[in-house]
């Protein structure tokens, strides 16, 4: 089995004492409800472009009754969109794009490792690889379950134009 790096020291991830919960997740992230996929944020550095989050899998996930009853896994989708938010977070909060909102803009080189089950803690780490304000960020990730991996890829986040958004969604009323 080949051993990977992680992103962030595991040592430095405290789950009891978070730098985030989530009512200061949800000062920078729009998701509500079902499509929160972020429990806190454990650790961020500004100077080396990473930080840590905690999803904490439970029996009560949205994709629960559906993704393979008997045998419920944690969809890779959804795994993808909580690296989003832990990007989409941690640029907000400091405002390296320079946009209204971060939105999806791709991923590349993507491996699902393993499993993440209800009852698992899967830890998420980002690290910005580059940031080209009003452009994009591009962000290399990892998700954790019991220190294997279980996630890793690239990301891409763009800006969303939410006036355009608005605009077009008050036409469809």
Known sequence: MVKHEFIIDPSLL???NPVADIEAI????PQRHEMEQLTSVLYEDLDRHVCAALKKVTDDEFW?????PGMP???GVVMLEAVAQLSSYFTQKNDLLGAEMVGFGGVDD???RGVVTPGTDLILMVQLLKVRRNRMIVAAFQGWVDENMVLEGTLRGIPIPVDAVESHMARRS
């Open 14 to 16: 405290d789950t009891e």
């Open 64 to 68: 629960v009754r559906g993704h393979m």
């Open 26 to 29: 949800r000062a920078y992230n």
């Open 73 to 75: 896994l944690m969809p």
């Open 110 to 112: 993507v491996r699902f």
